[in-house]
């Protein structure tokens, strides 16, 4: 008999792989922060013992929630700059803000706030794009958080760099220091095509080329980025990218809501993932990414929440019910988008996108054991005739009681074991003063 670290037993398993399987009454075997072994609970005590047996008898679990894009620090700016158009809400709002309170400590204090509301809303995994992307993956790596750290790339100065040239100097400094760094990776991250021009773009592509990187990039989010590539460059974003060579499996082209079909059908030839924020699109009006028409492609697709001063949340259990409904109303088709599909571009579909599914995004022996339990006892949940459905069209939040990254319980019946809650919220408050004043 083997001795293992920990066993969970759930009432139900839905490991993503395979599709559309729930298994019920198995219990999933973990060692040395990875999966071993998945197999029937009443199969358990013949095989082995475990250091520490959890029994969760009225939970299904799922693979950790993976947010394909965020920005995680602005969640301290949740709701400074409500119910406006994106390109008035960045100029106006969010772009001045920054320039006057975006530093290591504002970062510093923002992921962590994000990263306690990820948790506690299931999710072990996110891909993010903003400032002191250093500062960023120390945090997450403290607080034992999986992340990927944008290497962001713009053509104007910022608190974290003067130009293009500076801010790839520094993601190449950060991403030799995260070989030794085994939650974070990096990606890199030029913002949008409105915002980084040909030259940053090409080197962009030569090193993710070099280095085998995903690039995370904003792509027809709007009709005013398009219009912006057309007088600029005379063509469309994708185009240009195409031009660039930008193009390929590495490309993680984020919102996609104005895109035709011969767009759709290159993306497709060339392998790249698509990252769909459903809510984010649907505050900011910009529009509605073609979801049944990209996976009917066969063309990858995660889930992101956008930022929290865009969204205004983080809740990926709520990203990925509006994601399925929102597919629904847009193909006029009540088969669009299911709820097995839903819950798995929430989770190994952000994983394919950011180079990680060999390691997070489904429960497999191998894998790390990034895991969440969902309570499904709630009045709301009852009665379970689909576990799968139940989890995406049903539960909610709250109901997320428990949380692993890499075998470590980070969240223990619906509280944090490593953020100190009452101190992160305290430094919250402080920052909304400073940004009030």
Not at 45 to 63: C, D, F, G, V, W
Not at 279 to 295: E, H, I, R, T, Y
Not at 322 to 346: F, G, Y
Not at 422 to 437: A, E, G, M, V
């Amino acid at each position: 008999m083997d001795t293992v670290d920990l066993i969970l037993s759930p009432k139900w398993l839905i490991p993503v792989v395979p599709r559309e399987v729930c298994l019920e009454n198995h219990s999933i075997v973990i060692n040395q922060s990875r999966i071993i072994d998945i197999l029937p609970t009443d199969a358990i005590s013949s095989r082995y013992q475990a250091t520490k047996h959890i029994k969760l008898e009225n939970h299904a679990l799922i693979p950790g929630l993976i947010n394909a894009h965020t920005h995680a620090a602005m969640s301290l700016m949740r709701g400074i700059a409500d119910d406006k158009a994106l390109m008035d809400w960045l100029n106006n709002f969010i772009w001045p803000a920054e320039q006057k309170w975006v530093d290591q400590k504002f970062i510093e204090d923002g992921v962590e706030l994000a990263i306690a509301e990820m948790l506690l809303s299931g999710t072990t995994c996110f891909n993010d794009m903003y400032y002191f992307p250093d500062v960023m993956a120390r945090t997450a790596d403290r607080l034992g958080m999986r992340a990927v750290t944008g290497l962001i790339v713009l053509d104007f100065p910022t608190a974290w760099a003067a130009n293009a040239d500076e801010y790839l100097d520094k993601g190449m400094a950060l991403f030799d220091e995260l070989r030794h760094v085994e939650l974070v990776t990096a990606a890199l991250a030029p913002h949008a095509p409105y915002t980084v021009s040909n030259e940053p773009l090409d080197k962009v592509r030569m090193l993710s080329d070099e280095l085998d990187l995903p690039v995370h990039i904003h792509v027809h989010e709007t009709e005013q980025e398009i219009d912006h590539s057309i007088k600029n460059y005379g063509k469309r974003p994708i185009a240009r990218m195409q031009d660039l060579n930008l193009l390929g499996p590495n490309l993680v082209a984020v919102h996609l809501t104005h895109i035709l079909d011969d767009e759709i059908e290159l993306l497709a030839e060339y392998g790249v993932s698509a990252v769909h924020c459903p809510q984010s699109n649907m505050k900011l009006a910009s529009g509605f990414c073609p979801v049944n028409k990209l996976l009917e492609k066969g063309i990858n697709l995660g889930i992101g929440t956008d930022g929290a001063a865009s969204n205004n949340d983080l809740d990926m259990m709520d990203e990925m019910r509006s994601a399925a409904l929102l597919a629904k109303a847009v193909s006029n088709d009540p088969q669009s988008l299911p709820a097995h599909q839903a819950l798995e571009m929430a989770t190994l579909g952000g994983a394919k996108a950011l180079g990680l599914a060999d390691v997070t995004g489904s429960l497999e022996a191998g894998k790390w054991a990034d895991m969440t339990a969902i309570d499904l006892s709630h009045a709301s949940c009852q009665p379970v005739y689909e576990p799968i459905s139940q989890v995406v069209y049903a539960a909610s939040r709250q109901q997320v009681s428990d949380v692993w990254v890499a075998g470590e319980q980070l969240v223990e019946n619906h509280q944090l074991t490593k953020i100190d809650i009452s101190d992160c919220l305290h430094r919250t408050k402080n920052w909304q003063q400073k940004l009030s004043s």
